[in-house]
């Protein structure tokens, strides 16, 4: 029997300098570990959590005309419909078997950024059903503060300011990601999501109770991250391990939905503004090198996004 991955309850980061302390330390360790944890106490209401669940099942069961109208090829910055099979995040295996609807920090349409075209500023573009843009947003909003809320463990874990991060996440390149995995057929596994890392600085990810999220520990073995109702699935994107030397670990994960139900999850990749510049926190830096070069966060994060989109037909 493997151990499961760490539980960590929030709560005490509302108790003060020591309540951060407190939750920093587990968190830290988690993060030099497997690089994967659940979140409980993690102030996103349930109710709010169920809302999205439900909008996305409605998005999903549009037909796909409705759905190609607002592919993300044509919207950009890395939001709108992916369709099956058009992904692949470990290419030798093929597309994906998921489905997945991205929305991205929501822009004015005479946004400045926007209009002098910088990377991932883009218009969100929405499908027609009424109620879906509000609850989506207003989840946007809330994972975008409780990714702040554990930004402040993380850099009080690695000795800085506990509001080390916040500047690099004021107009954020977050993506809030509705994902549908279709039942297996029982003929073999579908791969729904190839192993892969994420490639932000952290994710949080909610999931309905089907399963099939699996992690690959640093000594290789697979573990089940099962469903735990109320909690979020945390884990630690490679613009972070980047960031901090490789001193906390982004671990390959992958799907595979082996159950006769479709499944839903919901993620929230956190990354930073486009202009952040990701180099090496230096007390994270013990012999003096620094393992990478400093890069633009877009420009990682571009890098990333390309080597997993297959190129049509
Ligand atoms: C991802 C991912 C897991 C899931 O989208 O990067 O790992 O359960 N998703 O959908
Ligand atoms: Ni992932």
């Known amino acids: 029997m493997t151990a499961a991955l760490p539980i960590i309850d929030l ?24 690089g994967f944890f659940y979140v409980v106490n993690h102030g996103v209401a349930a109710s709010q959590i ?12 549009l037909p796909l005309a409705a759905k190609r109208a607002i592919a993300i090829d044509a919207v950009g910055g890395n939001r709108g419909y992916v369709a099956l099979g058009r992904e692949a995040l470990d ?15 929501d822009l004015a349409p005479d946004d400045p950024e926007l209009l002098a075209g910088k990377p991932f500023r883009a218009l969100n573009a929405w499908p027609d059903l009424p109620g879906f843009r509000a609850a989506l947003l207003a989840y946007y909003g809330s994972c975008g503060a409780l990714a702040a809320r554990i930004h402040r ?34 003929a073999g596994d579908a791969i729904g999501a190839g192993a892969h890392t994420d490639y932000g600085n952290l ?19 697979w573990i089940a991250a099962a469903p735990l109702a109320g909690a979020f699935v945390v884990n630690i994107g490679d613009c972070l391990m980047r960031w901090t030397n490789d001193i906390y670990v982004s671990n390959p994960h992958r799907v595979v939905n082996r159950s006769a139900r479709e499944r839903y999850s919901i993620a929230f990749f956190s990354d930073p503004n486009p202009d952040a510049e990701v180099a090496a926190i230096p007390a994270c830096v013990a012999d ?18 390309d080597a997993s989109v297959i190129a049509p037909a």
Do not use: H, W
């Not at 290419?91 to 920090?105: I, R, T």
């Open 11 to 34: 709560a005490p980061l509302d108790d003060g300098d020591a309540g951060l302390r407190r939750v920093a330390a587990e968190i830290g360790a988690a993060c030099r570990d497997v």
């Open 50 to 61: 169920e809302q999205v669940f439900a909008e996305s099942r409605r998005f999903f069961a």
């Open 91 to 105: 290419p030798p295996q093929g597309g994906d078997q998921k489905e997945a609807f991205n929305v991205g920090l």
């Open 153 to 186: 463990a993380f850099a009080c874990d690695l000795g800085l300011p506990p509001d080390f991060f916040a500047d690099k996440f004021v107009r954020p390149m977050a993506t809030l990601r509705l994902l549908r995995y279709p039942a297996s057929d029982g």
């Open 203 to 221: 994710t949080l990810l909610a999931t309905d109770d089907v399963g099939g999220l699996e992690v690959r520990k640093r000594s290789g073995e």
């Open 288 to 305: 003096g090198a620094a393992k990478y070069p400093p890069i633009r966060a877009a420009d990682y994060l571009k890098r990333r996004l």
